[in-house]
Nanobody
Framework: QVQLVESGGGLVQAGDSLKLSCALSGGTFSRSAMGWFRQAPGKEREFVAAINRGGGITKYGDPVKGRFTISRDNAKNTMYLQMNSLKPEDTAIYYC????????????????????WGQGTQVTVSS
């Protein structure tokens, strides 16, 4: 059974940085397209970033472009989200998602296309 576990969330001040991690177990990480989403209170889940199985193709949501960087280490079965210049509007629960057996170029920004989800990690940015 595939499990995704996020870590690295916390409370920071505006302008600070955080790095989130997402570890996958029970599946073949290197064959999975991966993504990050977030959901703030009272809002719909929002696409943050996605990465293809090899790590060479990435895509970002407009609110985080230029500030966030998605990456992965297939040897460690782990995906990362480096978040810089954090803003109060980045406050949300951050979820990682995976779609297994993806073709090499697959990159997914639609939450409905992912198969597996983590439980989420809270990121709070104070002003």
């Amino acid at each position: 059974q595939v499990q995704l576990v996020e870590s690295g969330g916390g409370l920071v001040q505006a302008g600070d940085s955080l790095k989130l991690s997402c570890a996958l177990s029970g599946g073949t990480f290197s064959r999975s397209a991966m993504g990050w989403f977030r959901q703030a209170p009272g809002k719909e889940r929002e696409f943050v970033a996605a990465i293809n199985r090899g790590g060479g193709i990435t895509k970002y949501g407009d609110p985080v472009k230029g500030r966030f960087t998605i990456s992965r280490d297939n040897a460690k079965n782990t995906m990362y989200l480096q978040m810089n210049s954090l803003k109060p509007e980045d406050t949300a629960i951050y979820y990682c998602a995976a779609k297994g057996n993806a073709i090499t170029s697959t990159i997914i920004s639609d939450s409905g296309s992912y198969t597996y989800w983590g439980q989420g990690t809270q990121v709070t940015v104070s002003s």
